[in-house]
Structure formats: C-alpha cells, structure tokens
C-alpha cells in the first residue's frame, strides 16, 4: 500500500494506520506542556474539535489505479458533526497494491444450521416459547443433529396477560349455503351428474335462493355401472303367445322403473297384458291384468308413479259397446279387480286418455256417444278413495267431440284437450277445459278461430304452470300445425302456425313441455317421402324455425312421439322404411345448448318390420321405449332403455 499526501497538507503518517493518524491529529489540536511551566490563564476558546472523514476511491484513479481510500481531516466549525467540504485541512490518499495472484481454492466450509422448535412451559421457559439450536452439519446431511447441536437459546413467552372486560356481542353473521341437485343430462354434464350451488343466505330463511348463488360447479358422470350411455339392447319383453300384439303403451318414474302394458289377441278375443320393469331385476313374466268374459279390450293407457304403483285404463267390448276399465298395480300385491270407471250406457266409449300427477291422483278422459253425438267425460282415482263418478266436461250440443288428450303438472291441474265440430260452421274446433284441484272442471273454452277448415288431432302438454296444444289446421286447401300457448295468468294465446309448407303438408303433430319450453315433432311429406321434423318455443322468444331431424333418405318416416323433462331434454322416435323395404326404429336425442343430434336405430332386427314406438322419459334423462315387431308371423312388443348415466 501507498501513501499519497495532499499538495494542501503534507504530513508524515508512517505504516498504513488511519487510527494513529486520526488520534496524532487529536493531540496536536490539545497542545503539550508541563505542569510546572504554566503561563498565564488565557481567553475561553470556541468548542472546536477535530473531524476526520473516509471515503472510497474507485479504481482507476490516476493516483491509486488499484483504487484505496481517501483520508480528509479538518476542524469541525460547524459542529453539526460532519466534515464538510469547506473545512477539510488535509487530505491523503491510501491506495490498495498491486492485485495477487489468486491462489488454489480451497475446501468447502461446513454450514450452519438452525433449528427451531417449539419449547413447552417449563424450566427454560415458565410460559413455553420457543427453543433455537445452532450449529455446523458435520455429516453433511442437510439436518442439524443433536450431536452437531454447538449452541441453544429460548425466546421465551410472556407471562399471559389479564382478561380484558367483554365487548358488546355483535350480530350474528350470515349462514353460507351449499345445495345440491342432481344435474340432468345438459351441456353442463352430456351424461348427467350433480349440481353444487354456493352462496349467502342474506335473507336468513335458511333456503338457498337463485338470487343468493355466488358459485356453481358440477361433478359429472361417466357411464352407467348397468350399461354405456345410450341406446341399450332391444329386449323381446312379451312372449308364449300365438296370436299378435297391439297398441303398447310404457310409462317410467324418476327411480327408472317401468310399466308397459298392449292388447295381446289370444284365442277368441283381446286381453290387457302387463309387464313390469326394474332397475334392479329388469323387465319381469308378462301378467293378464283384466280376466273377465267380456269382449275385446283395445287401447290400454298407463301411468305410473313415484313409487312404482300403476294405473291402467283401456275400452272393452260387452257386446253391444265399449265401456272404460281400469286396473291398479301396487308394489308388493301386484293388480287388483278391474273396475267400469264410465257410467253413460248408451254407446261406445272409445280411446281413453290418462295422466298422473306427483300423488297418484289420476284422471282419465274419454270420448262416447250418448245416442245423438259424441261427449267429452272424465273421470278421477285418488289414493285413498278410488275412483269417482265420471262427469261431462263439455257441454256443447251442437255437434260431436272426440280425441281428447290430456296432460297433469305436478300441482295436480289437469288440462284436456280435444277436436269438437263447430255450432256455426260445421267444422272441427279445438276445445279445451280444465281440472284445478279443490274446484273440479271449469267451463270449456274454444281456443283456436279459425273457421276456413277443420281443426283435427290436438295433443297437449303441460309443465311449470304453463301448457302447449298442437294440432292440424286446414285453411280449406292445404293443412299446417299450429300451436297454442296457455299460462296461469294470461289463459291461451294467440294460435300460429309452426311448421313451414314449402315442402308438402305437416301431419301427425306431437309436443312435449320443458321448463319454459316445448318441442313439437310432425311427419311431413318432401313431395317423394315423409321426413320427421321439429319446431322449439322459447319463453320470451317464441317459437324458432322448424328443422329437419332425420336425414335417412332411404324411406318413408312418420308417426313421431316426443317426451322432455323438466329441463328441456327431450327424445323423440319414430317408424321408418329402410332400403330393404323393412320398417325399422329410428331416435334423435335434443339436449337444450346444443340441439338435436344424430338420428340413430333403436332396434337391428332384420326378421320384420317395427312399428307403433311410444315413449316415456323421467327427469333423470332415462327413457324407455316400446313398439311392436313382426317375426314374421304375428307381432311382439319389444322395448330399449336409453340411459343418461
């Protein structure tokens, strides 16, 4: 190291010690003398003393290339204890030397550890703390061992402090919710699964309101233990029999259980069969639900409920003319007696009508001839009580009424509809009435006007409080479907058609309601065959425009069914030829957000030809359809699951 003396003050500092420099400059600012050699006291000085600053000099100094470190000294006038610039008395520069070779690196030094660990109320620490050892990791292992432990220190707590005086109770806080639902088969979940809403009760009645949801989520499923999503195998569910199979009927409840029921000709006459389905045990031996001597029993109806009892309905001959009949299954004891549900004698009661509320409460309609014309009659089985007395619901004698269709929400309203000639014009009307639970049947109403032609074939919906009817509506040259809405507050609106005829006249028109919505499928010819096509209405937008929902060009298509649950999925199927000639069982599966999709066979056998498909379809998204199947020789009733999940 060099010393380098400012041109200012040149002094004379030996060695490279900045405190001797620091304390020699301190001795000459306090002077020097002997006790006995004392001159006179003289004037009281200023409060001076000396200051000395360092500082860093970088390298590439002119004077110090290695750099060093820079010494000012000088008296501290001020006295704000700093060196400033403007008393500085001398100055000198101390420079590094010349810069070693580096030599051989050496050994990696141990680390020191340290570990903290909690230390219970004791001896070290009367209110517990914390313990700190420290020390070197001898064996390199990354952990400090007891034996590597050099030294151990406690950050003791305090001795706890006195309880405080309570504060005022605040009010209570609001309850977070969860709730959960199951999740039908939708966009959310293409198989189904669970719905899981979060939120705030911020009104406290202990309900998860819509308004209160602040998070959803979903757990989906995957395919069902019992089969894949789908489509299963079509299962013969009727056999033993020499003689064929008519008109099928199926309903299913929201556990998957099921009821099908069809006429079935045996020797002389026509009898009512029953086949019922589990989710547990699969469809079970087909039982005769009706025994008596009477004549033929044609068109069966069903319905089912929640816990798996039944209803079954049809018309029976006594010889001279058809009658109602009803039969009632019950889980454990199986059918009861039938019994006459109609009480008019004087003709034929024909194609019977049913439909089940969430209760059980059931009501059939019906259309019979009083001798002059044709009348609307209903009847009522309730749980508990039976069945009623059948009553007339409409009383309009100008001219005929028949094909009536019905449909129950879950509150228990019923509405029926049904076609009715018209006083005035002698044409076919729709007419519609309606059951409320606690009033009975109201008046019944003309819902369409329009007297160019006939108004044939209603079908009715109805879900949520509000209700769809459909059906033919003829202008006098050409038929369209038209469609009606009725809500609570409003009764019906306004008629309109629905499907588009560009391309040959609609028929057979069918509806289902969803939870604001319904689905209306027809059969209309493109001037060389029949295809199956379908309309949607919206709550606030309407009905959109119809679509093609089968392209198998193969064949003629016709007589749909549709079924939907409360979330707007819906099924439908119908009959359609192949190119061999033979009718096959075609579907199409809608799923709101994403539409219809691909029209897929429900059946692959190749013996004969299928027909008359019903369906029914419960709020999980499992469906079960039914038809007949020639073998070629009589007609069997066959059925297929298509399961959601």
Known sequence: ????????????????????????????????????????????????????????????????????????????????????ASEVDASEKVCNGTSGANGTDGNNGLNALVKISTEAAGGHCTHGGKRIDSGLDLDSNGRLDAPE????????????????????????????????????????????GLRIDVGIDTNGNGSLDPAEITQTGFVCSGNDANGSIGWQTATLIESGFTGAAFYPQVAINADGDAMAVWSQASGTKKSIWANRYTVQAGWEVVELIETGNRGDALSPQIALDAAGNAVAIWQQS?????????????????????????????????????SMDAQGNTTA??????????????????????????????????????????????????????????DKTARSSIWANQYIPGSGWGTAELIETDDAGDATFPQISVRGGIAMAVWLQSDGKVTNTWASRYAVNSGWGKPEPIASQSSG???????????????????????????????????GSGWGKPELIESNDTGTARFPQVAANTDGNALAVWPQESARGKIDIWANRYVPGIGWGTAELVETRNAGSANLPQLSLNNNGTAVTVWLQSDGSRDSVWANHWLAR
Request: overall charge negative; hydrophobic content about 35%; aromatic content about 6%.
């Open 149 to 192: 432990t050099s030294s151990t220190d406690y950050i003791c707590n305090g001795a706890p402090g006195v309880d405080g005086i309570n504060g005022t109770d605040g009010s209570d806080g609001l309850n977070a919710l969860i709730d959960m639902n199951p999740e039908p088969v939708s966009a959310n979940c293409p198989n189904g």
């Open 1 to 84: 190291m060099k010393v380098l003396q400012s041109p200012r003050n040149i002094l004379s500092i030996p060695g490279r010690s900045l405190l001797f420099l620091v304390a020699s400059l301190s001795l000459a600012a306090c002077g020097s003398g002997s006790s006995e050699d004392n001159g006179p006291q003289g004037a009281v000085g200023t409060d001076t003393s000396v200051a000395a600053k360092a500082s860093v000099i970088k390298t590439g100094d002119p004077d110090c290339t290695e750099g060093g470190i820079l010494v000012e000294t000088g008296i501290d006038e001020n006295r704000n204890g700093v060196l400033d």
């Open 318 to 354: 006594n010889g001279s003319h058809y009658d109602i009949w009803a039969n009632r299954y019950v889980v454990g004891v199986g059918w009861s007696k039938v019994q006459r549900i109609n009480t008019e004698n004087s003709g034929n009661a024909n194609l019977p009508q049913l």
């Open 365 to 422: 309609v019906w259309y019979q001839h009083n001798g002059t014309r044709n009348n609307i009659w209903a009847n009522r089985y309730v749980p508990g009580r039976g069945w009623g007395t059948a009553e007339l619901i409409e009383s309009n004698d100008a001219g005929g009424a028949k094909h009536p269709k019905i449909s129950v929400e879950d509150s228990g309203a019923v509405i029926a509809v049904w076609e009715q000639v018209h």
């Open 505 to 539: 006249q609609p028929n057979y028109p069918q509806v289902a309601a969803g939870n604001g919505s319904a689905l209306a499928v027809w059969h209309q010819s493109n001037g060389t065959r029949s295809d199956i096509w379908s309309n949607r209405y919206v709550a």
